[in-house]
Structure formats: C-alpha cells, structure tokens
C-alpha cells in the first residue's frame, strides 16, 4: 500500500468512528478496526477514546495477538481481541466493528427469538447471527468482556462464517470487507433489531426467506457507496467535538 493509500485508509477509520456515533451504534463505548492492507497480520484501530472524538492521529496499529505495535504506550482498547481473532480466523473480513447498540441487546438475551432479517437493508443477516455466551468460554466468573486472545478466539468461532455475532448481555461485533462495508452492516443490523422488535410487538412476523436474504443482499452490494456519502455528510456536527 503506498502512503496515500494508507492516509486514505486512516481517513475512512475516523469517519467510521464518527459516522457509527452520529447512527446511534456507538456511545462512549464501542470500536471499529480495519485490517492494514500494507501488512494483512496487523490492523489499525483508535487508541481507548470515545469513537465520535478520535482523529488520525489517535489510531494505533496493533498485531493479530492484540499487542500494540511501534512501541506505542497509549492506553489500547480493552476488547482489541475481538478484532485481533475475527481476522486471524476470517481472512475475508477488512473491517470489525464492536458496539453495545441498544436495540440488538435484546436479541441476544432472549432465548427462542433469533435477530433475523426482516427487511431487505438489513438481508446480510441471512437466516440470523449466532449468539456468544461468554460464560461457556470464560466460566460463571466472568466480567462479560473479551479481554484476552482466548476470549476472541472463542467469539470468532461463534461467529464463524456469519456477519454478526450478537454477545449476550453485552452487544454484538458485526464484519465486513471493508470499513464501508462493517459500517452499513453495523447500522443496518441496529435498524433490523429495532424493526423486529416493533413487528413482534404487532403480531407474528414474516422474515425475509433464504433467496429473498441472497438476492436483496446481492443487490445492495451496489448501493454501500451511498449510504457513506450521505454518512460522511453528518460529519461537520462533529467538528465541534
Ligand atoms: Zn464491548
């Protein structure tokens, strides 16, 4: 990767952090990564800070195992693991985002009502996301955080070749080929939970079928483009941050 390539990588990084707060699937908490196309076994993601408030300068590079590269001593995210490990498992993936977002919480403490696509946006879900139950891989004593590399190990297998794991009682870690690509998934996996909810609410719900989830997601392969420009517009509200 040449060094505009990079910068424009390390662009797109901050944005995802700011364009994720503006859609409501970041607070204070939650992160996102991109995989360093210079060097697939390193990824770059913010130092511990609210995502609406990074800039270039705050992003970090770190290896798979989660360690901070370049003799860097700022203070990292405690659940870089998460990244570290989908990589390692998912060559496919480029981006990871990790987010409490409040409307797919519910799905994943539920037993019996899986997060399934019901609308045509949010189709990547295809027939629903797995549920990480951290106390199968940590034990009954736990802090319900992935903090080290067998935690991340743990929820990348649970997550296996899906777009999202949801994590029970915590949030959900959603991926992507590109920043672009996790970002309008991890928007769109916010959107779909708050949706169903409503529908459940309503009376018994019909989800998208199997070849209605291939085609619509097919389809809206076109479009991720779109959805970040208009994203990208949010971002001057921010500049005041
Ligand atoms: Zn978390």
């Known amino acids: 990767m ?3 390539e990079r910068t424009t990588l390390i662009d797109e990084l901050v944005l995802a952090n700011h364009i994720l ?5 970041v607070d204070a908490f939650g992160h996102v990564s ?3 196309e210079r060097d697939p076994q390193r990824f770059l993601m913010a130092r511990n800070m609210a995502p609406a408030q990074v800039s270039a300068q705050d992003v970090m590079a770190f290896a798979l195992d989660g360690t901070p590269l370049g ?5 990292p995210y405690l659940e870089r693991f998460i990244h570290g490990s989908i990589y390692r498992a998912r060559p496919d993936v480029g981006a990871v985002v990790h987010s409490h977002s409040a409307a797919v919480i519910p799905f994943g403490i539920v037993a019996g009502v899986p997060l399934r696509p019901v609308c045509h946006m949010s189709s990547f879900l295809g027939d629903g996301a797995p549920i990480f139950e951290i106390r199968e891989a940590a034990g009954p004593e736990n802090d319900m955080l992935v903090r080290d590399e067998r935690l991340g190990d743990a929820l990348a297998r649970t997550l296996g070749a899906s777009p999202a794991v949801l994590m029970r009682g915590h949030g959900s870690t959603v991926v992507g080929r590109t920043v672009r690509h996790a970002v309008f998934r991890a928007v769109y996996t916010e959107i779909n939970a708050r949706l169903q ?4 609410r309503l009376g018994p ?3 998208l079928s199997e070849p209605e989830a291939r085609g619509a997601s097919l389809a809206n392969e076109s479009q991720i483009d779109r959805a970040w420009e208009l994203w990208s517009c949010e971002r001057p509200a921010l500049s005041v941050l």
């Open 34 to 36: 991109v995989r360093d």
């Open 71 to 75: 003799e860097d001593a700022r203070k």
């Open 2 to 4: 040449r060094t505009d």
């Open 205 to 207: 719900v019909t989800y």
């Open 197 to 200: 909810a409503e529908a459940l």
């Open 21 to 25: 707060f503006n859609r409501g699937v």
